[in-house]
């Protein structure tokens, strides 16, 4: 069953005295996330807080969004680390479509030429780009996403194309 809410980035900390705070979003989502309707939060705690929100003035040249979530400083202070995610069928309706990584997790991993690399177990999160983590029985195999990597999806299986002499690396 795929998850109703999909993980498009994380909130920092506090950015002026009006609730705002900055958010950190996935590439990915970037460009849709001011044409939202509404987004989950959920802090450090696992406590869920679905809200509307109003973005304020980019930050475009760090990658940042100043974004009205809290109504003061003290919330927007508690919301420091939350995780923000979007509902699917918003994103649908802002032009994002998936697979997102909530529903490649778990898929098996075969590369075009039909070598088995193991199971998705999870997707890590870095500044320069996400690293799919594959468990297979030769051990783990880190695949960089990147385009062109995944040639497609088929029956819990997804076939990837990795860059020339990455599984080397990778074990």
């Known amino acids: 069953m795929e998850s109703q809410w999909i993980r498009i980035g994380g909130v920092g ?6 609730g705002e705070v900055r958010v950190y979003l996935d590439r990915r989502f970037a460009a849709a996330f001011p044409d939202l309707r509404r987004i989950l939060l959920v802090d450090e ?3 869920e807080k679905e809200t509307d929100f109003e973005v304020r003035p980019s930050f475009a040249d760090s990658g940042l969004i100043s974004t009205a979530l809290a109504g003061d400083r003290d919330g927007a202070e508690a919301l420091r680390n939350a ?8 994103l649908a309706a802002v032009g994002v479509e998936g697979p997102f990584h909530e ?4 898929l098996r991993v075969v590369t075009r030429e039909g070598r088995d690399l193991g199971v998705l177990e999870d997707v890590l999160p870095y500044p320069a780009g996400d690293l799919y983590r594959v468990v297979g029985e ?7 996403d990147s385009p ?3 040639v497609g999806i088929d029956g ?3 076939t990837v194309d990795p860059l020339p002499g990455l599984l080397g690396l990778n074990g």
């Open 148 to 150: 062109g990597l995944i």
């Open 13 to 18: 900390k506090a950015h002026g005295l009006q």
């Open 83 to 90: 995780v923000i995610f979007a509902d699917r069928e918003d």
């Open 45 to 47: 705690k696992g406590r």
């Open 103 to 106: 529903d490649l997790i778990g």
């Open 138 to 144: 030769g051990g783990e195999t880190l695949l960089p």
């Open 156 to 158: 819990g299986v997804m």
